[in-house]
């Protein structure tokens, strides 16, 4: 059995290639995975052998642990869960919506299945501009970056 590194303070960051990415990526939605799942589950895979020499250098970069499941290996991410999932959201926040999570929640809210009408959307938008405008909060104009209506 392999010596299980410490899990790391902080998510995968730029560092990684479009590759490793999605292999993180698996891991994370599967929690663990053999190389041959994670294979299964990338866009356009590459060779077996490929995935594996990814998945060792992920375990060097310190992103991935490696445990031995008789007789291949399973790997898992080296990031707790929650850490990874507020480290994602922050940077979706911070990157598409200018750091409002107030925004943010409410493109969530307009692409859901919940049943809002246009009116209260529209009224919910108003009150986040609103707030931001009190409150300093977002560097976007209420209007930039607004949704097309729903229909």
Do not use: C, W
């Not at 929690?31 to 895979?45: F, G, H, K, M």
């Not at 995935?51 to 990031?79: C, F, H, Q, S």
């Amino acid at each position: 059995m392999e010596k299980a590194l410490p899990p790391r303070k902080v998510a995968p960051e730029d560092d990684l290639s479009r590759r490793e990415r999605q292999i993180m990526d698996v891991l994370l939605r599967r929690r663990q995975a053999t190389a041959s799942v994670v294979r299964d589950e990338i866009p356009d895979p590459p060779s077996y052998d490929a995935v594996r020499t990814t998945l060792r250098i992920l375990a060097e970069k310190g992103y991935v642990v490696r445990k031995t499941d008789r007789p291949r290996y399973v790997y898992a991410p080296a990031i707790d869960f929650e850490t990874a999932r507020e480290h994602a959201l922050t940077r979706l926040v911070r990157t598409f919506y200018h750091g409002s999570a107030a925004r943010a929640a409410l493109a969530l809210l307009k692409h859901s299945d919940l049943d809002m009408d246009e009116q209260a959307l529209n009224r919910l938008e108003e009150n986040i501009a609103s707030f931001e405008q009190v409150n300093g909060a977002g560097d976007e104009p209420a209007a930039a970056g607004r949704e097309t209506k729903r229909s």
